[in-house]
């Protein structure tokens, strides 16, 4: 009688990561309702996770593509309680200076709307564009709940270009303890066909060598293997994002005439880390640009 052969190390390896798959789907849809419970459920399944992240911090990337669009998440641990996040991002003229820090977000103004504040974010196609050439999203800035034991801020913009809509940035937090929060960082948006078949041209062509965070297997040399094409994209984009709203929270502590700067350069060391993903600019080249930015608009208006 022929004995069943032991089962490989990559066995192993896929058969924990479907498991894991499966727990951090349940939670996933057990955060759809968005509370604090959910969002502790999730913290307490993401444990290990976090504090083996590849990232070398308390971080944990996802990324899926929805019915229509596509979403990335971010799932950290930071050093700022609660409090201090909800205080950050109490107003949109707040969002608007978190949201620059992105080396391809190049205005922000905010107006009064019928639905609330509207903050409208002039986008460029690459870093290296004109401001004539940006693209505008206007978002409604929306604080769903607020209370000590959690937070729910969102922007919502209808439409983008190129037939994108729905866009949503999203943070949710509940506190660890006085001086850390768990956060959940949310980025997406819905595409029709144009607008995927555009996307999917531009990574197939320029951003061929583009790719994401999500390891799927490895390279002939050892190397990871790293998810490419539209994945790939929102998680470079919630990862920037992410990193804004971190490099802003950071300057909380800072004298006020030192912040700005101080936040740019903390937004660009953060990106840095994470050169394959990340890198697309020196910082010389990004500070000149947002230096010409404050100097053409000034800092974001009410």
Same mark, same amino acid.
């Given at each position: *009688?022929?004995?069943?052969?032991?089962?490989?190390?990559?066995?192993?390896?896929?058969?924990?990561?479907?498991?894991?798959?499966?727990?951090?789907?349940?939670?996933?849809?057990? &955060? $759809?309702?968005?509370?604090?419970?959910?969002?502790?459920?999730?913290?307490?399944?993401?444990?290990?996770? &976090?504090?083996? !992240?590849? &990232?070398?911090?308390?971080?944990?990337?996802?990324?899926?593509?929805?019915?229509?669009?596509?979403?990335?998440?971010?799932?950290?641990?930071?050093?700022? !309680?609660?409090?201090?996040?909800?205080?950050?991002?109490?107003?949109?003229?707040?969002?608007?200076?978190?949201?620059?820090?992105?080396?391809?977000?190049?205005?922000?103004?905010?107006?009064?709307?019928?639905?609330? $504040?509207?903050?409208?974010? !002039?986008?460029?196609?690459?870093?290296?564009?004109?401001?004539?050439?940006?693209?505008?999203? !206007?978002?409604?800035? =929306?604080?769903?709940?607020?209370?000590?034991?959690?937070?729910?801020?969102?922007?919502?913009?209808?439409?983008?270009?190129?037939?994108?809509?729905?866009?949503?940035?999203?943070?949710?937090?509940?506190?660890?303890?006085?001086?850390?929060?768990?956060?959940?960082?949310?980025?997406?948006? $819905?595409?029709?066909?144009?607008?995927?078949?555009?996307?999917?041209?531009?990574?197939?062509?320029?951003?061929?060598?583009?790719?994401?965070?999500?390891?799927?297997?490895?390279?002939?040399?050892?190397?990871?293997?790293?998810? =490419?094409?539209?994945?790939?994209?929102?998680?470079?984009?919630?990862? =920037?994002?992410?990193?804004?709203?971190?490099?802003?929270?950071?300057?909380?502590? *800072?004298?006020?005439?030192?912040?700005?700067?101080?936040?740019?350069?903390?937004?660009?060391?953060?990106?840095?880390?994470?050169?394959?993903?990340?890198?697309?600019?020196?910082?010389?080249?990004?500070?000149?640009?947002?230096? $010409?930015?404050?100097?053409?608009?000034?800092?974001?208006?009410?």
């Amino acid at each position: *009688m022929n004995t069943p052969a032991a089962p490989s190390p990559w066995f192993r390896i896929g058969l924990g990561l479907m498991l894991w798959l499966m727990a951090f789907g349940a939670a996933q849809a057990a &955060l $759809e309702a968005g509370s604090a419970p959910a969002l502790r459920e999730l913290h307490h399944k993401l444990g290990d996770a &976090l504090a083996r !992240s590849p &990232l070398k911090r308390p971080i944990v990337l996802d990324s899926r593509e929805t019915d229509g669009g596509l979403q990335g998440d971010v799932y950290a641990v930071v050093d700022h !309680s609660l409090d201090e996040v909800q205080r950050a991002l109490d107003a949109s003229a707040q969002w608007c200076e978190m949201l620059l820090l992105h080396v391809n977000n190049r205005r922000c103004r905010v107006a009064p709307g019928a639905a609330g $504040e509207t903050l409208t974010l !002039s986008v460029v196609p690459r870093y290296d564009k004109p401001i004539d050439q940006a693209f505008e999203l !206007s978002f409604v800035r =929306r604080t769903a709940q607020a209370a000590r034991d959690y937070l729910l801020i969102d922007l919502r913009a209808d439409s983008g270009p190129m037939g994108t809509s729905g866009y949503r940035v999203m943070v949710e937090g509940i506190p660890l303890g006085e001086h850390q929060s768990f956060l959940h960082f949310a980025y997406s948006y $819905e595409h029709n066909m144009v607008a995927r078949l555009a996307t999917m041209a531009y990574l197939a062509t320029f951003g061929s060598e583009k790719v994401g965070f999500t390891v799927i297997g490895k390279k002939p040399n050892g190397d990871p293997d790293y998810i =490419r094409g539209l994945r790939g994209l929102v998680e470079r984009n919630a990862m =920037r994002y992410f990193l804004a709203l971190e490099a802003y929270l950071d300057g909380l502590s *800072m004298p006020a005439a030192e912040r700005t700067g101080k936040r740019q350069l903390r937004w660009f060391e953060a990106v840095e880390r994470y050169p394959v993903q990340l890198h697309e600019i020196d910082l010389a080249t990004y500070l000149a640009a947002k230096r $010409e930015d404050r100097q053409r608009d000034g800092p974001p208006a009410r």
